[in-house]
């Protein structure tokens, strides 16, 4: 630890305030690497209202009238400023009359000598791994590290064996299912490589011996329909929160499955109205006294009438606990598309599926399997899907073939969906009660990030999120003193985790497990890695669950706490602001990335942008303007916002303010505070990080 220490006195006849300031700088080598502080005494004048703190490079002036930074407090971080070059900085304090002292003494930030850039370590959690055949494995990449400029990237490859499909190749962890082998086994060899932000490379290698299984099975449900409908009931699905009941339906039938009975679904017809997104079903629960590795198989044909156009597609769904599972890439198992008014119907024939779930934990758990058509414009339109056979057995002997059946045309094993690039926008009405969000777009692992518009609450609130699935979440609004919620406008997007290129766009979705609560007190976060290399990142987050009651919020930082995300560092985590209650349960966090710009995705114009420093609090003067850097032809109608850095060590969260959200050329923004510890909610000044659309967008 290096400190230097500078005692002057400044006395400053002329003003009204009597200014003593000791500064010193805090830092450890390398500088770049911590945090820089700036320090002086504090002023005690009954009507002393704050300090500015100015800096210049060498041969500059101040500029007195653009100050670096406005506080109360009698220390600051200046990291974010220093840039390895020499820095000069001096404050003065201000009365509430407005009245200004005369500068402090000057303190001198000495540029860092410039190091070499380390290589980055590759570590695999586990060097060997076992598995059986059809079950999930994890390569896991997250414990690598760099010591100095951080990783960029992370790709994964096969180097030996028997050819795998990875759930992803650019992913921290990444998963796969283990191939069939014969009684002797085989061993499959994976390599992570890793590079820093400095282009260094690190490697290390993976061995996964894949062994044989035979061991005898149980029967956890079997349905075939001849008598009743065995337990399933018929539900439906409404996607987009619009409600398409009307247009879905299902019932047994006696004969016409595949032997004997079925369960049929019947979507769309009905009227010549347009629909999008039908989508209908039966389920079953079924319950698991201790956590069990399950087969499911089923069989399933799956008919489109003649009068669909090729925009038109119908498919068959299965999920259990509302996560989707598909033939990879995709999040369903079989697919149909219209060929054209006119054209003959299309039909799969009878088909065998057989999807590993996994190990599902001990307790209840819910089977759904279903049909989803996409788009009906007549009545004529109609999509047919029939179900059969249904078994789940705790996993055996998963080599030994099926017994075979005559009239079906294959049998396919289907694993959990491969994430695809997907993105959705909107708006809702929330209070304090939670509702249910339905999605356009179907999700493999769902990040979903929420704004709230303050226009009818005149008290703190935060976004709560719950019930993340594939298709849907639970959201509310909360006060975190407890207290009454108006309804107001909430904006919500969604994108499939995983690293994408959305027309043209680079952009992210991760969730982890957040382990850290900060606070007033304590800001520490937890250290994140790009999935991808970015110029300006833009970073949008959520506290994702509600394992705790307890309120919390989201917030990030880049290399120091008042920093905004950089290229270089981000850190996020949750925080309670000034809550006298710092303890929290763990919860999940939600962080969606873009590559600031402004263009098209989906077709929709958006913008993603750091805006510039100046946005306040609530008992200020809001809504604080902030301009976009190219105008809309229209007012966006979907503003995500989240603080980016914090600078005010109390916490804060940001929000769109007012009954106007934007104009084509400006968003009108605050920052809030929670009112536990005091019930101001002045703030000084922060970045805020923004995505927004013209219109609510659905990409896939």
């Not at 008919?303 to 119908?314: F, H, I, P, V």
Request: charged residues 15%.
């Amino acid at each position: 630890m290096k400190m230097v220490n500078i005692r002057n006195n400044v006395f400053d006849t002329w003003k009204t305030i009597l200014l003593f300031i000791l500064l010193f700088l805090v830092f450890a080598s390398p500088v770049c690497a911590v945090n820089i502080t700036l320090q002086w005494a504090p002023n005690t004048e009954p009507n002393f209202a704050g300090y500015r703190v100015f800096h210049r490079e060498e041969g500059q002036a101040y500029n007195y009238a653009n100050p670096s930074m406005e506080l109360k407090e009698n220390s600051c971080d200046i990291g974010h400023l220093y840039k390895n070059k020499a820095l000069y900085f001096v404050v003065r304090a201000f009365d509430t009359a407005g009245v200004e002292s005369g500068d402090s003494n000057e303190v001198f930030l000495k540029a860092a000598a410039t190091q070499s850039n380390q290589p980055p370590t590759a570590v695999i959690s586990e060097e060997s791994i076992e598995a059986v055949p059809g079950t999930r494995v994890t390569l896991d990449g997250s414990k690598s590290t760099d010591a100095d400029d951080g990783i960029a990237s992370y790709h994964w490859s096969q180097a030996d064996g028997t050819p795998i499909t990875l759930s992803d190749y650019n992913s921290k962890t990444v998963t796969f299912i283990a191939p069939e082998t014969d009684r002797y086994g085989s061993n499959l060899i994976f390599r992570l490589t890793i590079t820093d932000f400095g282009g260094l490379q690190s490697t290390t290698d993976c061995h996964v011996n894949i062994t044989s299984v035979n061991e005898p099975s149980t029967v956890i449900l079997q349905a075939n329909f001849d008598h009743n409908t065995d337990g399933f009931s018929y539900v439906d699905v409404p996607f987009g929160n619009n409600g398409k009941s009307a247009y879905a339906d299902g019932e047994r039938i006696a004969s016409g499955g595949f032997i004997g009975g079925a369960l049929q679904i019947t979507i769309g017809g009905i009227d010549n109205a347009s629909v999008l997104d039908m989508i209908g079903g039966w389920q079953q629960e079924f319950t698991l006294s201790s956590p069990t590795e399950v087969l499911l198989s089923f069989l399933c044909n799956l008919t489109q009438a003649s009068g669909y156009e090729d925009d038109e597609l119908s498919q068959v769904l299965v999920s259990v606990d509302h996560i989707l599972y598909g033939v990879s890439p995709n999040d369903y198992v079989i697919q149909t598309r219209g060929n054209g008014n006119g054209g003959s119907s299309e039909s799969t024939g009878w088909q065998r599926f057989e999807i590993n779930l996994g190990i599902l934990g001990a307790g209840d758990h819910t089977l759904f399997i279903g049909g989803y058509n996409s788009k009906k414009t007549y009545n004529d339109e109609v999509t047919e899907v029939l179900i059969d056979d249904v078994s789940l057995n705790s996993i055996a002997n998963i080599n030994q073939a099926p017994d075979a059946d005559e009239g079906f045309n294959q049998t396919i094993v289907v694993a959990p969906p491969e994430a695809t690039a997907r993105l959705e926008s909107g708006s809702v009405r929330a209070n304090g009660d939670y509702i249910t969000v339905h999605l356009a777009n179907i999700y493999a692992r769902p990040v979903v990030i929420c704004s709230v518009q303050y226009n009818n609450n005149t008290t703190p609130v935060v976004v709560r999120v719950n019930n993340v699935t594939s298709m849907s979440f639970g959201m509310r609004l909360q006060n975190p003193s407890g207290g009454a919620v108006e309804t107001d406008t909430v904006n919500y997007l969604v994108v499939e985790g995983g690293t994408w290129n959305i027309d043209g766009v680079k952009i992210e979705a991760q969730t982890y497990i957040s382990t850290v609560t900060d606070e007033n007190n304590s800001w520490i976060g937890e250290a994140q890695n790009f999935g991808q290399r970015y110029t300006n990142p833009v970073v949008l987050g959520q506290v994702m669950s509600e394992n705790d009651s307890g309120w919390s919020v989201f917030w990030c930082q880049g290399v120091n706490r008042t920093d905004p995300p950089s290229a270089m560092a981000l850190r996020t985590g949750k925080t309670v602001g000034e809550d006298t209650d710092t303890n929290r349960a763990d919860e999940t966090i939600g962080f969606i990335v873009f590559e600031a710009g402004h263009g098209m995705i989906g077709g929709v114009e958006f913008e993603a942008s750091l805006g510039a420093v100046g946005i306040r609090g609530v008992d200020d003067s809001p809504p604080y303007e902030c301009d976009f850097n190219t105008a809309f032809a229209s007012a966006p109608e979907v503003v995500i916002t989240t603080q980016a850095g914090m600078v005010g060590s109390n916490g804060g969260w940001a929000q769109s303010h007012g009954s106007t959200a934007a104009t084509g050329t400006s968003l009108y923004l605050s920052i809030d505070e929670d009112q536990i510890g005091d019930s101001e909610r002045y703030h000084i000044s922060e970045h805020i990080g923004y995505v927004v659309f013209e219109t609510p967008v659905v990409y896939r």
